[in-house]
C-alpha cells in the first residue's frame, strides 16, 4: 500500500543577499543564532548533513543528505529524524530557493515527500514558519527571534 504524501511551502521575502541567504542556511555559527541548532556539512552533493543542538548537550536531531547544492540558489536536503535515519520511508525532502528579487532575495522553502498526517509533517508545518521569520529577522536586524518560545495563555 503506498504512503500518502503531503508537502509544505514556505515563502518570504528577506533584505539581503543571496549569498547571506545561503550561508545563513550552511554555516553552523550563523544558523545558530536563528535557529538554536548548528546545520553541520561540508554540502557537497552526496555528503551526510547533521542538524545539531546548539547547546551543551549537542544532540544530533535530524540527518540527511546533501542532494543538491548550488550556491547561492539552490540547495536541496533529505531530512529525517535521527532516532529513524535507519528507515528510508522516514526521509522527506527540503528544496532552499534563493532568487534575487529587486534588492531583497525571495527564499521558498518546499518540504516534500511527508508522510501525510505524521508527526513530522505536523512538527515542520509549526516549525518553518518561526524558524524562517528567525532568519529574516537576524539578517535584517542582527537579532534573531526565540525559536523555542511557547504561545501565551489566553
Known amino acids: 500500500?503506498?504512503?500518502?504524501?503531503?508537502?509544505?511551502?514556505?515563502?518570504?521575502?528577506?533584505?539581503?543577499?543571496?549569498?547571506?541567504?545561503?550561508?545563513a542556511i550552511t554555516r553552523p555559527e550563523i544558523a545558530r543564532r536563528y535557529w538554536g541548532h548548528e546545520n553541520v556539512s561540508d554540502w557537497t552533493p552526496g555528503s551526510r548533513w547533521q542538524h545539531v543542538r546548539a547547546n551543551d548537550t549537542r544532540s544530533v536531531e535530524l540527518v540527511g543528505e546533501v542532494r543538491e547544492s548550488s550556491p547561492p540558489s539552490r540547495l536541496v536536503i533529505t531530512w529525517a529524524a535521527a532516532s529513524q535515519a535507519d528507515n528510508p520511508d522516514s526521509y522527506s525532502r527540503v528544496t532552499f530557493d534563493i532568487t534575487p528579487?529587486?534588492?531583497?532575495?525571495?527564499?521558498?522553502?518546499?518540504?516534500?515527500?511527508?508522510?501525510?498526517?505524521?508527526?513530522?509533517?505536523?512538527?515542520?508545518?509549526?516549525?518553518?514558519?518561526?524558524?524562517?521569520?528567525s532568519l529574516k529577522s537576524l539578517l535584517e536586524t542582527g537579532q534573531g527571534l526565540d525559536v523555542f518560545a511557547k504561545p501565551k495563555a489566553a
Open 1 to 23: 500500500m503506498a504512503r500518502e504524501l503531503t508537502s509544505f511551502i514556505y515563502v518570504t521575502y528577506i533584505a539581503s543577499t543571496p549569498e547571506k541567504v545561503f550561508d
Open 101 to 133: 528579487y529587486e534588492d531583497m532575495v525571495k527564499l521558498t522553502v518546499t518540504h516534500d515527500e511527508l508522510e501525510a498526517g505524521s508527526s513530522m509533517a505536523a512538527g515542520i508545518s509549526q516549525g518553518w514558519p518561526i524558524v524562517l521569520s
